[in-house]
């Protein structure tokens, strides 16, 4: 019998030998309460999402009204204020035709439903054989079955897992002349197999943060419609200002044929994602066929307290200068981070909008330098060969500073080990 002292089951935790997590008690502002009374600087919001900080008022009243009214009720056969006010107001905010919304409740099942409406829409056409995906290495999409099959096929769950996933095709990002040219040959030998091309626009974020530009995201889009195939972008972790735009597509320019949302939609608070879809393919859909509509339907899509959170985070994001202080962040990351890429150790030190990485030239030892930043009062999660600041848009000018102090001090001190 293993011994163990909780029956929580961690994520991507080896268990046996695990140190044990800590106490988050409360939150407010950038800050998480540990039980033993320390206080530690968010460095990561909350994997993404608190945007607007922990706690944020607007988005609490309205939850606290919306669990008056009705905390929750069945989607099949039955609509709410909610879900049609928020699936509107993300159709204004999106770019072009990006109208029907579909709502579920991981990043994860938002790609699941991406790539199935994609296949779906092949078969709804009459045209057989098109289930394969075109996706790039480096990439990220989730862990259930579909979205771990997009997912770059080197890293270590994808390369697990591997004879249980369905077989995808594969490429690097077309940065230049020859990876432009592969891809084209790619989308020309694998046509027509594939149902569609997924990439995270501008920042591939659980891959590694590794970072393009909107030139490589265009040559995307320009190749998917010479191809004739839809293109599916993935702003799971890129949307709601985290790139300097409310959106990383509209710094290319590009607006895909389907677009995945989660992580920061409600404002930090509630689980809830949308796989958003052009006109063009929501017509594949409209049928006097029962079975060409769309084969999807999670249990707790659409929930009115996720709607509510964030149709209040969505006020905030009107009212408040929220890409000004994500272009402010990334400044301060610039400044604060940039002069480490000297260092010996370090490979790259890179920013985009409130995104900062510091990338080692080997993985470092990631339990140390965690426990080296809990001790200077931060929290964050570094992995792989990085070390990312990606905080609140709203965090005051101190903890910020705290933020890149920290960081940079724990930086030296493993480059000096
Ligand atoms: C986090 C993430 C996902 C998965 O979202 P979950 O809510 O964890 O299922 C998918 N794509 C991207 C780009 C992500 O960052």
Redesign the pocket.
Known sequence: MPAHDTHLWRPYTQMKGAAPPLEAVRTHGSRIVLADGRELVDGIASWWTAVHGYNHPHIREALVAQSEAMPHVMFGGLTHAPAERLAARLAALLPGDLDHVFFTD???VA?EVALKMAVQLWINRGVAGRTRILAFREG????TLG?MSVCDPEEGMHRRFGAYLPAQVFCDLPRDAGTTAALDAALARHGRELAAIIV?PLVQ??GGMRMHGPETLASVARLARRHGLPLIL?E??TGFGRTGTLFACEQAGVTPDILCL??ALTGGTLAL?ATVARTEIFAGFWSDDPAAALMHGPTFMANPLACAAANASLDLFAREPRLEQARAIGKRLAAGLGPLARLPGIRDVRTLGAIGVVQFESPPDLAALKRALVARGTWVRPFGDILYLTPALTIGAGDLDHLVESVGAVVREAASA
Do not use: L
């Not at 990220?140 to 862990?143: A, L, S, V």
């Open positions: 991981s990043g994860s790609v990220y999409h989730g862990d979205a995270e974020g659980a993935d799971i972790f989660s992580k994602a």
